[in-house]
């Protein structure tokens, strides 16, 4: 364990654990095949690869604001742990906000992976048929739900240069394997799966309200 008043870099094999725990994790999710496949679990093993080296090996993001603010960088200790948090640290090093932020970042990464493993089974027990229950009643794709809620969670807790330009592009070759993965299902259940796509949106659950008729108690004078 670490304190978060303490200076916690250069940690090269906590990077190697991280990446190679991560990195297993979502290769047994992705199961790649295709090209676009191994494009795809490579995209996000380099975002994990950039994330963990920041986090525990060289702090590259910190070292390029620090020489670029010099005296004005908002805390005096930026490579504190808790400092290293850099949401935290561009308020002051606010304690207040560590204590938010670090719990919340926690509950949606793990979130995120509690998602992925919930649709990785739901596909995998399915034996070939088309699955609209469970988890696959509010998205279509919650393995890619669940990857973009983690990398989501890893931005809250430790945002890096490289991991906000990866972030957007992440989202995009996800959006497109989703709609090549689409294409195939269409192909194989027809209408079914059409009929799927127009209640069920792709990655984000629908918000349902519902909204009781008011009766009309407007009488005519």
Not at 118 to 129: D, L, P, T, Y
Not at 190 to 199: C, D, P, S, T
């Amino acid at each position: 364990m670490h304190g978060a008043d303490q200076t916690v870099y250069g940690l090269w094999t906590a990077v190697i654990f991280n990446i190679v725990v991560f990195g297993l994790f979502a290769y047994s999710a992705f199961k790649p095949k295709t090209k676009r496949d191994w494009r795809t679990l490579g995209a996000f093993t380099a975002f994990i690869v950039a994330l963990f080296s920041e986090m525990f090996g060289y702090p590259l993001t910190i070292y390029i604001l620090t020489s670029i603010l010099g005296k004005n960088y908002p805390v005096l200790d930026p490579f504190t742990h808790a400092n290293g948090h850099l949401w935290v640290a561009l308020t002051g090093g606010s304690p207040i906000l560590f204590n938010i932020l670090h719990p919340l970042s926690n509950v949606i990464i793990f979130s995120g992976l509690i998602i992925i493993s919930i649709g990785w089974r739901g596909v995998h027990s399915g034996n070939g048929q088309l699955i609209t229950s469970g988890i696959y009643r509010f998205v279509r794709h919650p393995q890619y739900s669940g990857f973009i809620l983690a990398i989501i969670g890893f931005l809250i807790q430790w945002p890096t240069f490289i991991t906000l330009l990866m972030a957007p592009i992440l989202l995009i070759m996800y959006t497109r394997l989703a709609k090549k993965e689409e294409k195939v299902m269409i192909e194989q259940f027809g209408e079914n799966y059409m009929k799927y796509m127009e209640n069920v949106p792709r990655f984000i659950p629908k918000l349902q309200v519902r909204s009781a008729r008011k009766e009309n108690t407007w009488q005519d004078l």
